[in-house]
């Protein structure tokens, strides 16, 4: 679940977020969710625009390298739609930072059931066709990869902690049961090979639609400086039976 700690009314309004937190006891959280969640988190972004410049990519061109500050677009329709958000109370322009490129990403990722059926459907929405299939594939791999290295991590954890009490264990039947939980250990690494499907079994490929997505007005509305709804979307089908796993 997400806890937030948020500042008392008549404050700053900002607001402090403790996001992805997995209480223990409460509905199993799959390897699947793991990497829905996390598109959407800074953490995330921040891979992102390390690995690719996403930030430079998506807001590169509002940038002013001499005062190394963003610049603030200009323009008669930009004025419009500037007093428009602030008539709605929806967010007006600041300078792009990694929560803009979250929440860039996590908004364009969606994640849908397809009815009647044991699959998933993965979309990404932008207004060039490459760009949506590259950020369809950049965003699943990525996320895949970070599910990949965060289970590693747990496993490498848990291994220690059972070699450990093996080896402070005396007693006969204790460690016997402890080597019963090291070749389930050993089992489960070696199924989180890199070359198994990890998350999900992709079972059709992705492509670019023909099929514009159909706009919607106040998010047209609240577009922060570039980029349009959606006009093509890649997607993946996944199987929902390793997710529910």
């Given at each position: ?9 008549g404050?700053?309004?900002l607001?402090?977020?403790?996001a ?7 509905k ?5 969710d ?13 891979i ?7 930030m ?7 940038f002013d390298?001499e005062t ?8 008669f ?14 967010p ?10 979250a ?6 990722f969606?994640?849908?059931?397809i ?29 895949e990869?970070l599910v990949?290295?965060?289970?590693a991590?747990?496993q ?26 090291m ?7 070696m199924?989180?090979?890199?070359d198994l499907p990890?998350?999900a ?15 919607n ?8 400086i ?20």
């Amino acid at each position: 679940g997400d806890n937030t700690a948020s500042a008392p009314k008549g404050g700053s309004g900002l607001v402090s977020v403790l996001a992805g937190l997995q209480i223990q006891g409460t509905k199993k959280i799959t390897k699947f969710d793991q990497l829905v969640h996390s598109t959407k988190t800074l953490a995330f972004a921040r891979i992102l625009d390390e690995k690719y410049q996403l930030m430079d990519r998506h807001y590169g061109a509002g940038f002013d390298k001499e005062t190394n500050t963003w610049r603030k677009p200009q323009g008669f329709e930009f004025e419009i739609r500037e007093k428009i958000n602030a008539y709605l109370k929806l967010p007006v322009w600041m300078p792009p930072s990694l929560e803009d490129l979250a929440n860039s990403v996590g908004g364009s990722f969606k994640v849908d059931d397809i009815e009647d059926t044991p699959f998933v459907e993965i979309t990404y929405s932008s207004g060039d066709p490459k760009v949506a299939l590259e950020m369809l594939l950049m965003i699943y791999n990525e996320g895949e990869s970070l599910v990949r290295k965060r289970e590693a991590r747990e496993q490498n954890q848990q291994r220690r902690f059972i070699e450990q009490r093996y080896s402070e264990t005396t007693i006969r039947e204790f460690k016997l049961a402890l080597i019963d939980m090291m070749a389930e250990q050993a089992r489960q690494e070696m199924m989180s090979h890199e070359d198994l499907p990890s998350v999900a079994r992709i079972v059709e490929p992705a492509f670019v639609s023909k099929y514009k997505s159909t706009p919607n007005f106040l998010r047209m509305v609240g577009v922060p400086i570039f980029g349009a709804v959606g006009l093509a979307i890649g997607f993946i089908l996944l199987s929902v039976l390793i997710r529910k796993e």
